[in-house]
T-cell receptor, first 117, second 115 residues
Framework: GAGVSQSPSNKVTEKGKDVELRCDPI?????LYWYRQSLGQGLEFLIY????????KSGLPSDRFSAERTGGSVSTLTIQRTQQEDSAVYLC???????????????FGNGTRLTVT | DQQVKQNSPSLSVQEGRISILNCDYT??????FLWYKKYPAEGPTFLIS?????DKNEDGRFTVFLNKSAKHLSLHIVPSQPGDSAVYFC??????????????FGSGTQLTVLP
């Protein structure tokens, strides 16, 4: 399909283990975002990639969280030593240009539901 | 500190009637507002947006109203259809230094349109 693809769709892990979440953005989209949605909460910004610029990591909740984007396309969000409070739906989004430019809304994937037991 | 607030977690409306979803914000620097719609097990999808230079934007059955002095926006859906049943997120962004604009989302309102 032509949309944003995320894998896995569901992930159950034990507390203390590391997890990797993958995002494949829409081809040609230069901006890529990670958000998460905890139960009953709105979407929380985590990190933003724009082209070859240094990522905006201001939303990452702790140093256990990191993300990279290889070749300006696929992105991986890594959570080390997972905790129960990390349980959430992790959403990836891409846009044609920098978010906020009029006419360039975010296109979201279906998310990865992470459950830390 | 929630900068974007959707105070109604849920709303039920009869099919054919108007649905009004409300959103309040506190950051006066916000100048671009969007509504997203989310079905279960899917990511949010963009619905409609409005720039702060406007007070109304219409797209088919969907109209967004912006009241800057009250820091309030609303989404009107008329006539409402059962397929409109979903969670609606309000989002806002501010022009900031650098190339990035971050969207700040509200917590969402679950709309149920009853047949």
């Amino acid at each position: 399909g032509a949309g944003v693809s995320q894998s896995p769709s569901n992930k159950v892990t034990e507390k203390g283990k590391d997890v990797e979440l993958r995002c494949d953005p829409i081809s040609g989209h230069t901006a890529l975002y990670w958000y998460r949605q905890s139960l009953g909460q709105g979407l929380e910004f985590l990190i933003y990639f724009q082209g070859n610029s240094a990522p905006d990591k201001s939303g990452l909740p702790s140093d256990r969280f990191s993300a990279e984007r290889t070749g300006g396309s696929v992105s991986t969000l890594t959570i080390q030593r997972t905790q129960q409070e990390d349980s959430a739906v992790y959403l990836c989004a891409s846009s044609l240009t920098r978010q906020g430019a009029l006419g360039s809304p975010l296109h979201f994937g279906n998310g990865t539901r992470l459950t830390v037991t | 500190d929630q900068q974007v607030k959707q105070n109604s977690p849920s709303l039920s409306v009869q099919e054919g009637r108007i649905s009004i979803l409300n959103c309040d914000y506190t950051n006066s620097m916000f100048d671009y507002f969007l509504w997203y719609k989310k079905y279960p097990a899917e990511g949010p999808t963009f619905l409609i947006s409005i720039s702060s230079i406007k007070d109304k934007n219409e797209d088919g059955r969907f109209t967004v109203f912006l009241n800057k002095s009250a820091k309030h926006l609303s989404l009107h859906i008329v006539p409402s259809q059962p397929g409109d049943s979903a969670v609606y997120f309000c989002a806002a962004s501010a022009r900031s230094s650098g190339s990035a604009r971050q969207l700040t989302f509200g917590s969402g309102t679950q709309l149920t349109v009853l047949p």
